[in-house]
Each structure stands twice: as C-alpha cells, then as structure tokens.
Nanobody, 121 residues
Framework: QVQLAESGGGLVQAGDSLRLSCAASGDTISDYRMAWFRQAPAKEREFVAAISWRGGMTTVADSVTGRFTISRDNAKNTAYLQMHSLKPEDTAVYYC??????????????WGQGTQVTVSS
C-alpha cells in the first residue's frame, strides 16, 4: 500500500554527519508509525529509532542516543534520520520502515530497499 524509498547514504569519515531521507509514496504517512533500522555485515537487523504519527514522541536506540535524531514531515510524506558524530560502528545498511499502528503494535509491515552508510576510521 505504501512504498518507501531511502536516500542519503554514502561514505563518510568518523565524526561526520549524514541525513537519511525516507520518501513514501502510494499513501500518506500521517497514520503510520515510522522507524529506521540498520543491518551491519554479519549481524542481525537492529532497531535504530521510531517516531509517532505526528512526531510528538520518538524512541531512539541506546547505541545511537544523543547522536541520531528521527523526524518526519507529513506534508512532504517523508521521514528523516539525522546522524551526527558518526562512528565506524554505525556502518550498515539503513532501512526505513512503517506500520499502520502505534508503539504497541508489533512488527513493521512496510520496508524500503535500504541505503548504505559507511563510516571510515
């Protein structure tokens, strides 16, 4: 029903910043909880951050707290992940996800294709 497309990944140096974008199409995201996940080589997919329907509440993983910020602009049908002070450990494929629910609803139903973030030492 909704299609998600990430962009903004790339190769950066440690300490740099990146902003990832997740553009949605096919449906408006105002009724979707949006989230970011990542998957590093040889590791399972890891939760990064989530944001409520109107952006009033956010959840951020401990591993990125203080460095990453999730946001959304429903008028633009886009969610963002602002990343600061990037570390080599942040290297991963970053995925945008969405679900028609809230924080109590398990799982995410819709996923983007992922965008690669590589942080060099």
């Amino acid at each position: 029903q909704v299609q998600l497309a990430e962009s903004g990944g790339g190769l950066v140096q440690a300490g740099d910043s990146l902003r990832l974008s997740c553009a949605a199409s096919g449906d408006t995201i105002s009724d979707y909880r949006m989230a970011w996940f990542r998957q590093a080589p040889a590791k399972e997919r890891e939760f990064v951050a989530a944001i409520s329907w109107r952006g009033g509440m956010t959840t951020v993983a401990d591993s990125v707290t203080g460095r990453f910020t999730i946001s959304r602009d429903n008028a633009k049908n886009t969610a963002y992940l602002q990343m600061h002070s990037l570390k080599p450990e942040d290297t991963a494929v970053y995925y945008c996800a969405a679900k028609r629910g809230d924080a109590t609803t398990p799982g995410y139903n819709y996923w983007g294709q992922g965008t690669q973030v590589t942080v060099s030492s």
